[in-house]
Structure formats: C-alpha cells, structure tokens
C-alpha cells in the first residue's frame, strides 16, 4: 500500500474509532430522567413536533445549520412522524413559546433521536446544555460526523474560516461554527474581544462579558493565553462593525486538537489527514 493509502486507511481507522467510542458515553452521559410518553402527531419543523395529547415538544441538544432546515424536517418526519417516543430531561420547564424541551428516543429504545442525529451530520451539538457530561458527549459525536465529513460537514455552510469576513455576514442571524486561529485576545472595559484579525470594523471577533469570564475559564479555557491558539466557537452570527459571535455559554469556545473527556477514564480527539490543507 503507498504511503497516502496508508495514511487514508488510518485516518478512516481513527474515524471509525471516534464513532464506537463516542456514542455510549453520551448515552451514559446525557441520561436524564424520564418525562413522558407520547405518538407524535406531527413535526412542525427540523426540532419542533406535536404529540397527540396537544404537548409541543422541542428538541434539547443540537441547533441546525439555517441552510438544510427543509432537509432536517424531512429527515425528523422520517424518524418520529406517527411513532411512540419517550421524553428525557432535567427539567420539564416549557419555554416561552409554550414548548417542552426535552431529549426524545423512539419507546423502547435507548438511542436518543439527537444523538442519532448529530452522528449523522444532521445537526450541531447546542452550547445550552447545562449538564457538562452530556455537554462534551455531544461535541464528540458532532466531532465524529465533522471527521468523516458528514451531511453538512460535507461542504462549508455549517463551518466557516474566521478568515472569510464575508462567508460569516452571510450567515447573518444563522447559528454557525467558526475555526480560526486567534489574533489577540485581551480585555477592554467590561468585555473581553477574542479577536481573528486587526480590523476591529471589519474582521471577526468574539465578545465575552465580564460576568461570563469565570464561567469559561471554569470550562478550562484560559481567555488571556489564546493568542495564537486555534479555535472553534459556535453561535448566532450579530455585526457590530465586523461579524461577532456573543459568548452566553462555556460550552461556545473549544480548542481545537484538545483532548475532551466523555466519561471518567475515555477521551476523543478530533483527527486531521496529515495531508489536509497541503
């Protein structure tokens, strides 16, 4: 086998490592408890369906790339659409708009629809979730579909290079992954800038509150040493003078090429073919 076949077969060795060792810690991990049965009557949108006792569910964990919502829609109808399924939460705690949030597997399996669905590149792993288990568990499976370059890791529109001003305006309002490699990072007044370029008008940048720095730095970002580091950080694109992302959750910031651990004693990390970006 040549050199590049090797390195091919490798790397699909390391994907598929990625995938068996992800999925049953986030099972483990992102088991709550049990709150409620129901035949979902309709899916209204990619994470919104109602059950047939008139409940609206929403589903916790991931958010989804704006581009393929018809797509998402499609694929949750297949899954659930006329099925029994189970709701799992920490909280049953309808939203403002009046729907549960919850993690949902079909009855009788242990499989939540959300974990099946960022696997398959369906979706992104949400930076809300509060517990920090289920949290990393998510992130790895999301990892696992971005490394085998699955469904909308296939091409660009969830993933954007800081680098490319314009691609990220274009996802004005859009929840998106941004990677990029951090030009300075310092704190000005009440906010901290993790910034991707000098232009502060022009270029990307990410915003943390003062209240939000001990939050992230507590999920083990150390804010004022990121110069220079390769980051990714996940939310809604906001222009304020260039595109910027708001840091409302720890979960929002990760260093790429970092070690996460799932459980106690498994940790992932995300594989690059050595011959990317040559």
């Known amino acids: ?114 974990l099946a669905m960022l696997t398959g590149g369906e979706a992104l792993a949400s930076p809300t979730v509060s517990d920090p288990a289920c949290s990393r568990a998510l992130l790895a499976a999301e990892a696992a579909a971005r490394a085998a370059r699955r469904g909308i890791w296939t091409g660009s529109a969830a993933l954007k290079n800081a680098e490319s001003t314009d691609d990220i305006l274009a996802r004005l309002g859009r929840f998106t992954a941004v990677e990029g490699t951090v030009s300075s990072a310092r704190l000005a007044g009440a906010t901290f800038y993790v910034n991707f370029g000098r232009r502060w008008t022009r270029d990307f940048a990410v915003t943390i509150s003062r209240r939000m720095i001990a939050s992230v730095e507590a999920a083990g970002i150390d804010l004022k040493s990121l110069k220079g580091k390769r980051i990714r950080v996940r939310g809604w694109i906001e222009k304020r003078g260039g595109p910027r992302i708001e840091i409302t959750h720890a979960g929002q910031l990760e260093l790429i090429g970092a070690a996460r651990t799932i459980s106690g004693d498994l940790a992932v990390r995300e594989l690059v073919p050595e011959d990317e970006g040559k």
């Open 1 to 114: 086998m040549s050199r590049r076949g090797k390195r091919i077969a490798g790397f699909a060795i390391g994907i598929a490592l990625i995938i068996c060792t992800c999925v049953q810690p986030a099972l483990a991990a992102c088991a709550f408890a049990l709150q409620g049965d129901g035949r979902v009557s309709r899916v209204l949108d990619a994470k919104t369906f109602r059950l047939e006792d008139g409940r609206e569910v929403r589903l916790a964990g991931i958010e989804l790339a704006a581009d393929s919502t018809d797509r998402g829609k499609a694929m949750l109808v297949a899954r659930i659409e006329g099925r029994d399924v189970s709701l799992y939460g920490s909280d049953d705690t309808p939203d403002r708009y009046g729907r549960q949030p919850a993690f949902i597997a079909l009855k009788g399996s242990a499989t939540p629809i959300q």
